[in-house]
């Protein structure tokens, strides 16, 4: 079993900067890819940018390249989604996932394991 938590979430003007953070325990998830993903009020939850097991390949969904970045510590078994230059519609609950493979995927059903989810609010 894995535990995953997140943190770093709040509220920020338009423009503002947040770095979420997810710490797994239970067993070390240096060997997998690990993804972060978000839902708005009323939407599905939708994928946001994954990372592999060694930090040398990343994907994100096209809305939020160029602004945001995936990146992780495995000797912390913590993965970090640093969000730059945020926006209204970046408002929703974020959460990290954990797949119990190496190979990256944006496909929800794809993942083993997941935490609770941190609020990022982003204001006009």
């Known amino acids: 079993q894995v535990q995953l938590e997140e943190s770093g979430g709040g509220l920020v003007q338009a423009g503002g900067s947040l770095r979420l953070s997810c710490a797994a325990s239970?067993?070390?998830?240096?060997?997998?890819?690990m993804g972060w993903f978000r839902q708005a009020p009323g939407k599905e939850r939708e994928f946001v940018a994954t990372?592999?097991?060694?930090?040398?390949?990343?994907y994100y969904a096209d809305s939020v390249k160029g602004r945001f970045t995936i990146s992780r510590d495995n000797v912390k078994n913590t993965v970090y989604l640093q969000m730059n230059n945020l926006k209204p519609e970046d408002t929703a609950v974020y959460y990290c996932?954990?797949?119990?493979?190496?190979?990256?995927?944006?496909?929800?059903?794809?993942?083993?394991?997941w935490g609770q989810g941190t609020q990022v609010t982003v204001s006009s």
């Open positions: 239970g067993r070390t998830v240096s060997w997998y890819a």
């Open positions: 990372i592999d097991w060694s930090g040398g390949r990343t």
């Open positions: 996932g954990v797949r119990q493979r190496t190979k990256l995927t944006t496909l929800l059903s794809e993942y083993d394991y």
